[in-house]
C-alpha cells in the first residue's frame, strides 16, 4: 500500500516562501503516474493546485500560475510544491495525491495533508 507523507508546511507572512514535499517509501511505477498537489480552505472545497505528468508537463490553478511550481524527482518518489509570494488566500490544508495504475492521472493515494497559513 502506497503511503504518501506531506512535508514543509507552516506560517509564514505574506509574500514569503514555503517548499512542500511529498514522498513515499515505497511506490510501484511512480515515475509512470501523475502526482498532484490539492488544497483545501477552511470552509471551501478541495481544488486542484498543480499537477505533473510522467513526462515532467505541469498544469496550474489561474491563481497560483507563475507564483508555484510543481517539480518531481522519480528516483526519490518524490515532488514538491514550490510557493513564492504567498497571499493570504493561499491558506489552507494542503495535499498531494497520485494514480495507482502505470500511466494513471487518478488520484488513488493521498497523504494526509500540511498546512500553510499566511498572515497578512
Known amino acids: 500500500q502506497v503511503q504518501l507523507e506531506e512535508s514543509g508546511g507552516g506560517s509564514v507572512q505574506a509574500g514569503g516562501s514555503l517548499r512542500l514535499a511529498c514522498g513515499a517509501s515505497?511506490?510501484?511505477?511512480?515515475?509512470?503516474?501523475?502526482m498532484y498537489w490539492f488544497r483545501q480552505a477552511p470552509g471551501k472545497e478541495r481544488e486542484q493546485v498543480a499537477r505533473i505528468t510522467y513526462d515532467h508537463s505541469t498544469t496550474y490553478a489561474d491563481s497560483v500560475k507563475g507564483r508555484f511550481t510543481i517539480s518531481r524527482d522519480n528516483a526519490k518518489n518524490t515532488v514538491w510544491l514550490q510557493m513564492n509570494a504567498l497571499k493570504t488566500e493561499d491558506t489552507g490544508m494542503y495535499y498531494c495525491a497520485g494514480g495507482h495504475w502505470p500511466y494513471s492521472c487518478q488520484t488513488d493515494f493521498w497523504g494526509q495533508g500540511t498546512q500553510v497559513t499566511v498572515s497578512s
Open positions: 515505497t511506490y510501484p511505477d511512480y515515475s509512470t503516474v501523475c
